[in-house]
């Protein structure tokens, strides 16, 4: 341990620790920009400078490593002058657009300018005036607002392995850029969105289309339909002042009723059916000697990265589209039959944790209904901005029920919006399916938590099921090159492209640590807990969706409307 | 010789991308994307970080330019000593402004940081060689070199 003084207060640390750990050990805060709890040290802000006594220069705490007898001042003028040159310089290259800013009030930059009350910037305001990019149906790019951290960097090279950001140039020409200073559509961008929850401002945020949700609600020909994605609820109540999964679900639908959707459904129903054709498919390649592994295909981030880099291994994907992509043409034909609703008047609008779904719905093959299967998608901060500007207060409003014949879910529904979540929801059923007997216990612990990769083995009734689990893509890349290498032991294989699975997707309210990611996951398995029925096959409507419209499981409507099959992208770097 | 032999050529050299580059650039001048993704292919890095390097030292461009590139320190001591004159001449004499490149491919015009030759201002490079104490009047001779 080392010894050191902050601020007059004795603390003691593990050697190597830094400055701004110690000084967070007594509770003092030390402001920082470029500084992320689960990234490298960066060090390039320099807003983090203290005094630390016997030296000229000061030090940045996120770098300097406590020294025994170090006595560290953190609030004396000659730092607190420092730090607001520092910001006032950071501001000079930074637009003066908070207001019309995506971020206008959840920025880390405005919060230090706010702290450090910056009235009157000395220095020369001076943008750079560079080209936004709006080449992606997912993300936006606004780089005259980037501070230069690098932290969208770290998140799409080391956490997602995609690397389609990186740095061009030096110095004050230096700039984030999209792979040869391209669009980020020609980029191996996957779109997971994790890069906007690196950014500390608002260089980087989701395409919003909450104008598109206003005028369909205003369009009297319009049935406006919705679907709620598993990790949505969990976070909604972040964005409207709430503890991390305090929303009640029933509440979450009355609010959406307040602001104009006219049904309310569950994308969780689909996310049972997933479980069904996709139980199936395992079952079937498991028996004929299908591709083995199998990969899950629910989440996009993860679909765009297969097509991008690991084409050849396309025939791996189980062939079930998403549970957003499920729902989709089943709402336009056999909820509208039920219902008796035109489909042509249907506006299906998808409420997601992520930012890769709008680009998964705007797909040209995602038609089988004969219309847009998924007219809309919104991510849960959109919703939170609509909840926001509702002015609904949740604590008073009385909840309701999801409405009739794709609402009804189930807790393997549920965990579908963790890591691995995908994976117990599918061995609970397929368990069932193969050994015709009932699992007692139905909580596959060792498939749970944020560990980037978890593997299991299952025994059904004598046959041994390999499993793994991969949260975070440059955790799927390793099992990946297993699979290409012929070395992949496994049978069934459950990716999600962002960490901790879809409650830490990139469209849920800005996540700025693996910590509330951890909380969210916890939050999943509480909800499960409480759900009665906790098997897809044991979903009422699902039965009826088999027994009126499908049929059976990889059956021949199941076939045109449920499954489907991906390409290589072929992008032009990698 | 060929972009790709080039890279190759060095791919079993530790850091060996930057020697590659400087070895592309002495045939081609310049880098083009296309030996940037072979860069990154053959030295194993994602094509964003070899997009990275090519960017991030002065010496290297990924824009196409002239043949013979010329480099004219802006640093202090060459302006004090009348650097400025030199660009005239020097764009004058190629008929394209710094940044540029002439229309036939054979030049191109950019500035340096300091050479490290403050005793014989004003200085300038052409293709990597310095020449001394350059004044307007020398610039047709110096360029006649690599006419």
Sequence with gaps: MVNLTIDGIKVSVPEGSTILQAAKEVGIKIPTLCHHPDQAVKANCRVCVCEVEGNRLLAAACAQPVMEGMVVKTRTPKVIEARKTILELILSHHPQDCLNCIRNGNCELQDLANEYFIRDNPFTLKVRGLKKDYSTPSLFRDPDKCVLCRRCIEACTVVQSVNALGLENRGVLSMVVPTMGG?????????????????????????????????????????????????????????????????????????LRQVGFDYVLHTNFTADLTILEEGNELLQRLKEGGTLPMFTSCSPGWINFCETFYPDLLDNLSTCKSPQQMFGPLVKTYWADKMGIDPAKIYSVSIMPCTAKKFEAARPEMNASGYRDVDLVLTTREIGRLFRMSGLDFDKLAGTNFDSWMGAYTGAAVIFGASGGVMEAALRTVYEVVTGKTLEDVNFEVTRGITGIKEAEVDLDGTLVKVAIANGLSNARKLMDQVRAGESPYHFIEIMACPGGCIGGGGQPITKANAKRVERIDSIYVEDEKCAIRKSHENPEVKTLYDEFLHEPLGHKSHELLHTHYQAKNKKYL | MDYKDIIASYADKPGGMIEAYHAVQRELSYLPVEAVTEAARVFNLPASAAYGVATFYSMFSVASRGKNVIRICESAPCHVAGAAEVVAALERELGVKMGESTANGQFALEYTECVGQCQATPVITINGKVHLDVSPAKVPAILAEYK
């Design chain 1, 183 to 255: 669009d980020l559509m020609d980029s191996a961008c996957v779109m997971c969105g994790q890069c906007i929850h690196a950014c500390p401002v608002g260089a980087i945020g989701e395409v919003e289309e909450i104008d598109k949700l206003l005028a369909a609600i205003a369009d009297p020909d319009k049935v406006v339909v919705t679907q709620i994605a598993p990790a949505v609820r969990v976070a909604i109540g972040e964005e409207v002042g709430m503890k991390t999964g305090d929303m009640p679900m029933d509440v979450f639908v009355a609010g």
